[in-house]
């Protein structure tokens, strides 16, 4: 393996592996709002894929149509989970400098 330095490889990998661990980390701070239904239903996800709070807006409580508000949940829930991931992998692609989009066992 005539060119390569495997000390400066062991070198580039320490530092890719502590700017993934850093990206992960900074996922603790993320917080992503989404909404459906034209507001009726409101939540929030963290980073970590977690959802912190639901908010239903007393005018989407229908008895009648129980499934309606099931759906705005399911899809308010769904597009916070999309912008959770979409932010993860911009901060994992730019600490593996592109190399890390669809790494096996990473959530996003």
């Keep these: 393996m005539a060119g390569i ?3 400066q490889l062991m070198k580039q990998a320490q530092q890719m592996q502590k700017k993934l661990a850093e990206a992960q980390e ?7 709002d989404a909404s ?6 409101k939540v929030t996800v963290d980073g970590n894929m977690q959802l912190q709070s639901v908010t239903i807006d ?6 009648e149509d129980v499934d309606m508000l099931q759906d705005m949940i ?3 829930v769904n597009e916070a ?3 959770v991931a979409e932010i993860a992998n911009k901060r994992m692609s730019a600490a593996t400098g592109g190399m890390g989009a669809g790494m096996p066992g990473m959530p996003f």
């Design 81 to 83: 989970y999309r912008g």
């Design 5 to 7: 330095n495997m000390q």
């Design 26 to 32: 900074s996922m603790n701070e993320v917080t992503v």
């Design 74 to 76: 399911v899809a308010a």
């Design 58 to 63: 007393p005018d989407a409580l229908d008895p």
């Design 36 to 41: 459906a239904g034209g507001g009726m239903v």
